[in-house]
Each structure stands twice: as structure tokens, then as C-alpha cells.
């Protein structure tokens, strides 16, 4: 099984600002969420992260003994211009156009094709080899990011990359997709753990 888990919040995340490939640090509450995960993943064959601070940071949280493999596809999306403003700051022809065409370029950024081809890439490879990857008896784990780990869902779907803008996944979220008969099969999308004084959603 492929377990997607997307960070815990950050302070970005908090103030509702574009987070790409900038460092934004846990939060309180972040660091809560990426601990409590720690009871979901178990111990899986494999941790892979993005190379960003608060994936590595989320799964350093668990405290496991497995070394954290890096791979780069797994970052998130570059915003370009766009990276650290206010969602609310971009007009409503940027959202438009955006929404309506996967190959849309932020200004200095990364279309959502291009975050697609990169995940599909890495997907691929998890479950390229069965018993040694995703299709092993014990999960791969990946720690990630809300395009990326959305890119995964619409590749395991077979949807266009812009069924992303129909897809919400919270901080410290957990995804899974499993191999079925001859594709990918979503097994659980957007699953969240209690944290301190909370309820799973």
C-alpha cells in the first residue's frame, strides 16, 4: 500500500498563504498533528519524503528507525510570483485561468501537468516491483504535499490533472492507494488523525 501523508500545518498554512517550495516551520499545533500521524503509520518498509523541512520534519516525528529516503519529485509545486501571498490576493482571472487549464504557468512557476508527470514517474516506480514496493506486504509511506499527494490521487483515478481544484486534503492528512487488478485503486482519501483534544475526520 501507498500511504500519502501530507505534513503538518505551518505557519504559511496558518496565515492562508501560497506555500511552495519556500520553508515555512511547524506550528504548535503542526507539530502536534505530525506526532499524533505517527500512530497511523505504524512501521512501514519504507519512508520516502519531499526534500522540504516540514516533511522531513513530520516524519522525523515519528521517531523510527528506518532511514528517510529524499526524492525530489515528491515536492511541492513551484508558485513562482505567486509564493507567500494571500489566496485572497490573486484576482478572479488568475484563478480562472488557472483552474480551467493544467498547463497554466505561475509567473516564474511550475504548471500542474508538470507536478503530474513527476508523480506519476515516482508512483510508477513505488509499485514497479512487487514485494519490494508498494505492493509489499507492509506500506511505503511518502511525506508530502497537497499538490503532489493530489496529482497521485488523479493519477490513481485516471483523471485529468485539473481534477486537483475538486479535491480538498488537510494538514496531516492520510491518503492511500493500493494496486488492484491491473491499476492503482484509491483505498482512502484525506483521512485525518485526533490531535490533542480532537476528533478524526
Keep these: 500500500m501507498l500511504v500519502l501523508v501530507r505534513h503538518g500545518e505551518t505557519q504559511a498554512n496558518a496565515a492562508g498563504l501560497l506555500l511552495g517550495r519556500s520553508q515555512s516551520p511547524l506550528t504548535e499545533r503542526g507539530v502536534a498533528q505530525a506526532r499524533a500521524l505517527g500512530a497511523v503509520v505504524g512501521l512501514p518498509a519504507r519512508v520516502v519524503s519531499s526534500p522540504l523541512a516540514r516533511a522531513l520534519d513530520t516524519a522525523a516525528a515519528w521517531g523510527l528507525d528506518q532511514v528517510i529516503e529524499v526524492d525530489e519529485r515528491w515536492v511541492e509545486v513551484d508558485y513562482g510570483e505567486y509564493e507567500g501571498r494571500a489566496l485572497a490576493d490573486l484576482g478572479p482571472d488568475v484563478w ?99 490531535g490533542p483534544g480532537g476528533r478524526a475526520r
Excluded at 97 to 121: F, I, K, M, Q
Excluded at 141 to 149: K, M, N, T
Excluded at 171 to 179: L, P, R
Excluded at 181 to 188: C, E, I, S, T
Design 96 to 194: 480562472q485561468a488557472w483552474r480551467a487549464d493544467p498547463d497554466y504557468r505561475p509567473p516564474g512557476g511550475e504548471t500542474l501537468s508538470e507536478v503530474g508527470r513527476r508523480v506519476r514517474h515516482a508512483c510508477h516506480e513505488l509499485f514497479a516491483v512487487p514485494g519490494h514496493g508498494a505492493r509489499a506486504e507492509s506500506d511505503v509511506v511518502v511525506v508530502s504535499h497537497v499538490s503532489p499527494i493530489k496529482a497521485a490521487v488523479a493519477w490513481a483515478l485516471g483523471a485529468n490533472d485539473t481534477v486537483t481544484w475538486r479535491l480538498q486534503l488537510s494538514t496531516a492528512s492520510v491518503t492511500a492507494i493500493g494496486w488492484g487488478h491491473d491499476a492503482p485503486v484509491l483505498h482512502r482519501y484525506n483521512v485525518t488523525v485526533p
